[in-house]
């Protein structure tokens, strides 16, 4: 448990309150509760409801001390709380160890609590890590008085899919409850009744759906919460615990990982101050059983006819080099193709798409992979939409610039300005802290967008409309009411890149404010496959491909003669230009075709291909049409760094052995070896100290970008502009195997306000479709939201976007009752359609 937040850093002598803790005389700031002055001399006080990241309430009464003066010459005349009690000059206070008044006041609580609490210490998941358990020990009495028959419920009760509640157990200490309003803003849980009936309940008509539930698992002091996933599958001492980061989000939460006979039985917040404190998102802490199932690669797979059967690795490492060697070769082209690529410029003939999921050494084997042993710059791991202004932005303002905008600077900013980013579905963790700061700090939070979301509401964040497309402009004309200063903070996601012009205009306003200017991208490896140069604009550490001194830099560094000089392929021109011939071979790590913004060109660009290599770790649709499959470690089996978005390094470690199986950087070691152009790096290790040799790029800045904003459409009648992005908990392959988890996803709905809904009744089903195709969701009127707009989530169970619609925000699409044909206006003139 966290003991205080460097309480007494920058404190001066003038804020420093003196007491006296059981004779020991100690300092610390004016405002401090006597539990964390104790705990400053080494002194622990029992605790049940205290948690130093919740604001205190003094449920449980078990921390009770004797204070024979308070400061003001005159003692409190009974036991007094020392999880409520602020601390005063000249303040005695006497605790367990001294006083025989505290130490019984606190062995009488322990026996209330202990009157109705059952005897499950034997199956209950919390014991041998229980507060209950230990505290009875060290400070309870050595047997029971009581002689009556205990109080019962019928368990477990099921808050939600993931957590249940032995109401039973509950000692009523309102950590949950606390953590629910408090932390995360959601206040579906509460105490109800009262006195002897007392207990946690949800309201019946708001299920406990919450991104950050398992953390009230986690803080519950005696196993009244358990998580559905992980009851009765293990005991803590039969666990071994490992230190470790998390692969889903930019966050950077540090988690602990319990893993036992080789397999990982759950998952806990870490305790990191800077980063994710003491808390999690349910993503991180639940969703780590995709790739552990049936359809896991073990072995290498090489295609015989239509069909990939299991080889050996020599087997399998020689025909990918034939492979690759035949796609690189010039070969003769019909009449046809030479007619249509003729106007087209030429460009290398294979492409490396490692996917944004990567620890920074296995980018940084991917890029030196692409340019030492293919001899090409076609490289990307944007595996989502993207453009070539992000491109452009990305090597200006987020390549090789080390540790920029923290968490810290979130937290103590005036102001923060959302761009093309939600918080709480996009990093939950920076959510949190923008939660924080506004509740203790009065941070103001503005976001540029069509809606004020859930998550935004529980911010107090002050909508900025924007229809999607145009927040260039409005990052050009911001209202008066969003004062940005040194203090203040813009942070862009990943989808501001869609639209044009908006990350232009953001450099430009941070640049013009004095702001500090962040990017947040969704997946864990984005940053550092950044910074490792898997872009086709970008070597490692910012380096410009354009920039001559800079390729002189790697190619020093690497050991070669030539760098190719010119700028390669963005994913989608790789697509393309498969399609058209110009590319024959790929090299495919973990990317989902669903993901692009259309995954049929993803999938007919694989068909095309010549000759495709994948590197997974489990059967997909890239598999699927690949010629050669290697699998590869899990995040468990393997080390390495991820790069959060602070650009803070993450260390990951090695748990859990990796049979028949290598990690990317391994794998792609052995294919440059056989192609006779050896990577000179084996290990992370080796490539982490190149990569750390090489070192970030201090030489001319890569150009900024200078891309215009959008013109305004208007959709016509029957349309709409689209906005969406990706909920926390979605169809992401990555959630697989985690059915309670999937089962607190939230309904996908279609979202419009009142003008445009014209008077259709919440629940209606809604047709929203594009040339591409159509889905159908349910109406939820939102009031504030821009009209003319409609949201649906970006990914939704049986409701892609992608796949569906092959749209992306700022689109335009037609908007229809779904009992009427689409083309019948009509008929659907109650949706705006």
């Known amino acids: 448990m966290t003991v205080s937040e460097n309480a007494q850093a920058g404190v001066e002598k003038a804020d420093l309150v003196t ?91 322990l026996e209330f609590l202990l009157i109705n609490h059952p005897l499950d210490c034997p199956i209950c998941d919390k014991g041998g890590e229980c507060p209950l358990q230990n505290q009875s020990l060290s400070h309870g009495a050595g047997e ?51 006195g002897a009936l007392q207990q946690v309940g949800i309201y019946e008509k708001e299920p406990f759906e919450s991104y950050f539930s398992g953390n009230t698992i986690q803080i519950c002091p005696v196993g009244a919460l358990t998580s559905s996933a992980y009851r009765f599958r293990a005991r803590p001492f039969d666990l071994l615990s490992t230190t470790s980061a998390c692969e889903h989000c930019a966050a950077g939460c540090e ?51 239509d069909v990939l059967r299991p ?30 690529s003729a106007a087209l410029p030429e460009v290398s ?113 002050t909508l900025v409309p924007a229809v999607p497309g145009t927040e260039a402009s409005v990052l050009q004309n911001l209202p008066d009411e969003v004062e940005l200063d040194g203090r203040s903070v813009v942070l862009v996601g990943e989808r501001a890149g869609l ?90 790590g973990g990317l989902e075709p669903a993901d692009f913004q259309r995954p ?65 950087l391994r794998v792609l070691a052995a294919l440059a070896d056989a192609m006779g152009a050896p990577l000179g790096i084996r290990t992370s290790a080796e490539a982490k100290a190149e990569f750390d040799e090489i070192g970030a790029w201090d030489g001319a800045r890569a150009a900024r970008p200078q891309q215009g904003g959008a013109i305004a459409v208007e959709p016509d009648q029957g349309q709409a502009i689209l906005a969406s992005w990706r909920e926390l908990i979605d169809d992401s392959r990555g959630n697989d195997g985690e059915e309670a988890l999937l089962a607190t996803a939230r309904t996908p709905v279609v979202r419009m306000n009142a003008a445009m809904a014209n008077g259709i009744a919440d629940g209606t089903p809604i047709r929203i479709s594009t040339d591409h195709g159509e889905l159908i969701l349910p109406l939820a009127v939102t009031e504030a939201m821009v009209d003319r707009v409609v949201w649906v989530p970006g990914a939704a169970r049986d409701a892609r976007v992608s796949t569906t619609l092959g749209a992306v925000p700022g689109d335009i699409v037609n908007v229809a009752l779904a009992e009427t044909a689409p083309d019948t206006p009509d008929e659907s003139e109650g949706a705006e359609a």
């Open 144 to 194: 029971s008085r009581y002689q009556g028959v205990k109080r019962t419920f019928p368990k477990p009760i099921n808050i939600s899919a993931q957590v249940l509640l032995d109401r039973d157990r509950c000692v009523l200490c309102a950590r949950c409850t606390r953590f629910s309003a408090q932390i995360a803003g959601d206040p579906f849980i509460a105490l109800v009744e009262r």
């Open 311 to 340: 080889a050996s690795w020599p087997e399998a490492i020689d025909v990918a080099v034939r492979g690759l060697r035949a796609a690189a070769e010039s070969r003769e082209v019909t009449e046809e193709e030479a007619t249509t």
């Open 255 to 305: 988690l602990r990982v319990d893993h036992r006979r080789g397999t990982v039985m759950r998952r806990l917040a870490g305790n990191d101050p800077e980063v994710n404190e003491e808390w999690n998102c349910d993503k991180g802490r639940f969703a780590f059983m995709s790739a552990r199932g049936d359809d896991r690669v073990t072995r290498p797979l090489v295609r015989d006819g």
């Open 600 to 664: 049929d060109a993803v999938l007919a660009a694989l068909e095309a291909a010549e000759f495709v290599v994948s590197l997974e770790t489990r059967l997909s649709e890239v598999t699927e049409r690949a010629d050669v499959v290697f699998p590869v470690s899990l995040i468990e089996e393997r080390t390495g760094t991820f790069v959060n978005w602070e650009g803070r390094e993450r260390p990951l470690a090695q748990y859990l052995g990796a049979q028949h199986v290598m990690s990317d």
């Open 19 to 109: 007491l006296t803790v059981d004779g020991i005389e100690v300092s610390v700031p004016k405002g401090t509760l006597v539990i964390r002055a104790a705990e400053q001399v080494g002194i622990a006080i029992p605790r049940f409801c205290d948690h130093p990241l919740l604001e205190p309430v003094g449920a449980c009464r078990q921390c009770l001390v004797e204070v024979p003066d308070a400061g003001n010459g005159r003692g409190m005349p009974k036991p007094q709380a020392s999880c409520t009690l602020e601390v005063a000059p000249g303040m005695q206070v006497q605790t367990q160890v001294t006083s025989p008044v505290a130490d019984k006041a606190q062995k009488g609580m």
């Open 499 to 588: 639209a044009p012009g908006t990350l232009t205009a953001a450099l430009a306003l941070a640049e013009r404010t004095g702001a500090k200017l962040a990017w947040v991208p969704r997946r864990a490896g984005e940053r550092g496959a950044v910074d490792a140069g898997t872009l086709p604009n970008l070597l490692p550490g910012g380096r410009p491909v354009s920039e001559a001194l800079a390729r002189v830099d790697v190619q020093a560094a690497w050991g070669i003669q030539n760098v190719p000089t010119e700028p390669g392929l963005a994913a989608d021109e790789i697509f393309a230009a498969t399609l058209d011939g110009r590319i024959r071979g790929l090299v495919v």
């Open 349 to 461: 003939p294979l492409a490396v798409l490692p996917g944004g999921r990567l620890m920074l050494e296995d980018a940084y084997a991917y890029a030196k992979f692409a340019r030492t042993v293919l001899g090409t710059n076609n490289i990307d791991h944007r595996s989502r939409p993207h453009t070539a202004e992000e491109a452009e932005f990305l090597a200006h303002a987020v390549a090789g610039t080390g540790l920029g905008a923290t968490y810290a600077d979130l937290e103590n900013a005036g102001s923060v300005l959302l761009v093309g980013f939600e918080p709480e579905d996009e990093s939950p963790i920076v959510f949190l802290r923008l939660r924080k700061a506004m509740r203790k700090k009065g941070l103001k939070v503005f976001t540029v967008g069509a809606q004020v979301s859930y998550g935004s509401a529980k911010m107090s964040a």
